[in-house]
Every structure is written in C-alpha cells, then in structure tokens.
C-alpha cells in the first residue's frame, strides 16, 4: 500500500557532498499526518536515526552530523531530502527512509535503503 523509494546514494570522497532522496507512493494521503525521517546503519553497527523533519519544518539531528547534514521536505511531492556535505568515512552506511505516522495507530514505514560510500 505504502512505498518508499530512496535514490542519490553512490560512492563519494571525503569532503565531498551527496543528496539523497525518498518519495513515498500508494495509499498515504496526507504527508501532513507523518513525521519524516533518516537512518543509517553500516556493517556490524547498530542502527541509528541521522535527521528528523516534522511536517512543519521542525528539524533534529544526531550530534554526529550537525552543521553537515540538512534534512528538508516537500509535503505536496511526498518527498524527504537529506543534504549531506563534508561527508567522512564515519558516514559510511545503508541510509534509510522512514515515515512514522503521528496520528491514530503509529505505524511506521520503510525504504529500501540506499548505499552511501566515503573513500578515496
């Protein structure tokens, strides 16, 4: 019913920069009601949430990539972005999207996960 599409994921050198994106498609009729947000996990790691936007805007992140990493989102398109400059080898993960709905039953929804690789 729901789908989550994650792209821009790709290999990137240190210092550089990549956008990542997440439509959602099906039955959500109204990205209003969701909170929109991104995690990652890398081999042998625990996951752990990255950016969090609310539907109006207010932002979080982890202390880990504050200052470097910007989330955004347009509710009309249904789509979470995750700017990520000043990228490190750390960041190097399986980033996934998700959307956790606010209101009634909180169910939560996943993406498929796209590849973020940092090396040089």
């Known amino acids: 019913q729901v789908q989550l599409v994650e792209s821009g994921g790709g290999l990137v050198q240190p210092g550089g920069s990549l956008r990542l994106s997440c439509e959602a498609s099906g039955s959500i009729d109204n990205a209003m009601a969701f909170d929109m947000n991104w995690y990652r996990q890398a081999p042998g790691k625990q996951r752990e949430k990255v950016a969090g936007?609310?539907?109006?805007?207010?932002?979080n992140y982890a202390d880990t990539v504050k200052g470097r990493f910007a989330v955004s989102r347009d509710n009309a398109k249904k789509t979470v972005y995750l700017q990520m400059s000043r990228l490190t080898s750390e960041d190097t993960a399986v980033y996934y999207c998700?959307?956790?709905?606010?209101?009634?039953?909180?169910?939560?929804?996943w993406g498929q996960g796209t590849q973020v690789t940092v090396s040089s």
């Open positions: 998700n959307i956790r709905k606010l209101t009634g039953y909180r169910v939560d929804y």
């Open positions: 936007i609310t539907p109006g805007g207010y932002t």
